[in-house]
């Protein structure tokens, strides 16, 4: 019996990974390669940054422990060197430019102002022409006076000639001398009429002259008070114009009661008191003068007194009325020990400087001052010329503190002194002395 045959299976291809399970596909073998190498990158970056950071930190505690054992570092300061040299003691006063001579210049007659003779702002001399007025009625009037003389003259002359007459008459006694004194008496009352024809006739000339009117002073004019073509009059008070003297000039200021007795020595000795005026910031100088005169009372209500100094000024620097700070000149101390002002501290227990000394460490040194002018104080004691003093920065400062001293400018007749950060030069001797003193 035969075996019926079997059909040969169907070979079975094999289902790939991808397509057997589903889900997200594997990245290839190149990309997570890359990944590997970007994270190691990473890794390697964040260690060194570590590293550094661990290093600055160690340089920088270095640096601070070293700065730390050096110190704190040095204040910068101006200092000045303390010097000898001569300062004035000067007493104060507020003040005004006032004209020696101030005219305010009317006419004396009345009449027409026909012309000028100077412009706003001249400076005019004495004599000199100003202005004209009309001169027609005071010329009539002259020549009125001078006819009525004439005739006079002409009375008198014939009365004096019967008065001869009748003397020879009364010696012969053809006349009666009655007749002879009243002859006489016409003869003196034709000579006082003579004289008041004279005095008509040369107050005719005043008046014409009068209608010229000249410079009574040398100074400045003023602005024209009065135009030309008007009618003026003698009993205006305006006036035509003011002229004020400029040169020399005065100015008035005052000084406290307290100083006067100082200023009466000084004249009673002989001494000439100079006086400086300064402009109003205190500052700029204007001119130098000298004292003229005092007033004779003292004002109660303010305790002080007016003085009066003269200056020469022929450029017109001081003006009238111009406000000014005056200065006199009372003492002059020569050789003594100046400091700046500004170098010198006080609190409420004491007046003191900052010493710099050679170590460039400074030192608190109590002084006592005497005057004081301007940006420079008289130290009568606790320094010495030649020691260097803290000027600015001294806020910062306490004793045993270290500065840097940049050195100001000395104040010498010589070349101008540069400022310049330098070690500063200390007086043995004074440097020796301030042992043991403690600052406040």
Known sequence: MAVPSTPAPTPVTPVPAETAKPGKPKPPRGHRRWLWVSLSVLLVAIGGYVLWSRIASAKAAAAAAKAAAAGPPPIPVVAATSRKGDIGVYYSGLGAVTPLATVTVR?????????????????VHKGDLLAEIDDGLYQAALTQAEGQLTKDQAALENARIDLVRYQQLVQQKAAPEQQLATQQATVHQDEGVVKLDEGQM??????????KIAAPVTGLIGLRLVDPGNIVQAADTNGLLVIAQMDPISAIFTISEDQLQVVLQKIAAGQTLEVDAYARDAKTKLAQGSLTTLDNQIDPATGTLKLRATFQNPKGTLYPNQFVNAKMLVQEKRGVTLVPTAAVQRNSQATYVYIVNADSTVTVRPIAIGTTEGDDSEV??????????VMTGVDKLQAGSKVSAQIAPAKSAGSPAVSSSVSPTVNPSARNGSKGQKGS
């Open 380 to 389: 009568t004691s606790g320094l010495a010329p030649g020691e260097v003093v």
């Open 202 to 211: 040369q107050s005719a000339k005043v008046n014409l002259a009068y209608c």
């Open 107 to 123: 006419t004396r007659v009345d009449g027409q102002l026909m012309s000028i003779r100077y412009r706003e702002g001249d400076t």
